[in-house]
């Protein structure tokens, strides 16, 4: 089993879109639609921001949406916020009852 | 409103046991529709799960940590619990425990979350 990999960092003006990409296999993110995403911020526990790919929780802003193609799933935010700084992370179902995240992305809005 | 709060030592020593309990308010620990896990993070590092366990007593470790780990559940006290054996200074990090929100199988997402306690393993 091994982690889901993500870009160490992604930067943004305000107003602008930015997604950050979460490369996976056949094993977790291509075979299941169990795909989330977290936000974190610093000192912060996560909070729950994307699920089963695309879906939003209430409460989370339409800004923030997910999606994937293959074995990729993406967090696209757009409309960019000073508050959206934070660093994000993607978990999927990898089968045979485990579950995997992926290392994170720390997104800078400059 | 559902609130999850870890509690245990923060410091341990290393080749001992972890111990950390999860207690949860506003909920049932007994509802079909969750599981229950625990997700550490190194300082500066990512996000690792550990394990999850059903109301039932079912478990599911990590594979990396399988030897080492186990989680169980008090259905009476409303909590579940992690032990992790002969820790290192590599287990030192912050626990947090989590619901995990289910439909069927498997378990889909982590919709609530503790604050998290930090756990430093050292002599």
């Known amino acids: 089993q091994s982690g889901l990999t993500q870009p160490a960092s992604v930067s943004g003006s305000p107003g602008q879109s930015i997604t950050i990409s979460c490369a996976g296999t056949s094993s977790d993110v291509g075979s299941y639609n169990l795909v989330s995403w977290y936000q974190q911020h610093p000192g912060k526990a996560p909070k729950l921001m994307i699920y089963e790919v695309s879906k939003r929780p209430s409460g989370v802003s339409n800004r923030f949406s997910g999606s994937r193609s293959g074995n990729t799933a993406s967090l696209t935010i757009s409309g960019l916020q000073a508050e959206d700084e934070a660093d994000y992370y993607c978990?999927?179902?990898?089968?045979?009852?485990?579950?995997?995240f992926g290392g994170g992305t720390k997104l800078t809005v400059l | 409103q559902l609130q999850l709060l870890e509690s245990g030592p923060g410091l341990v020593k290393p080749s001992e046991t972890l111990s950390l309990t999860c207690s949860v308010s506003g909920g049932s620990i007994s509802s079909s529709s969750y599981y229950w896990g625990w997700i550490r993070q190194p300082p500066g590092k990512g996000l690792e799960w550990i394990g999850s366990i059903y109301y039932s007593g079912s478990t599911y470790y990590n594979p990396s940590l399988k030897s080492r780990v186990t989680i169980f559940v008090d259905t009476s006290k409303n909590q579940f619990s992690l032990k992790l054996s002969s820790v290192t200074a590599a287990d030192t990090a912050v626990y947090f425990c989590?619901?995990?929100?289910?439909?069927?199988?498997?378990?889909?997402?982590?919709?609530?979350w503790g604050q998290g306690t930090l756990v430093t393993v050292s002599s």
């Open positions: 978990c999927s179902y990898a089968g045979s009852n485990t579950w995997v």
């Open positions: 989590a619901r995990q929100f289910s439909s069927g199988w498997p378990p889909a997402y982590f919709d609530y």
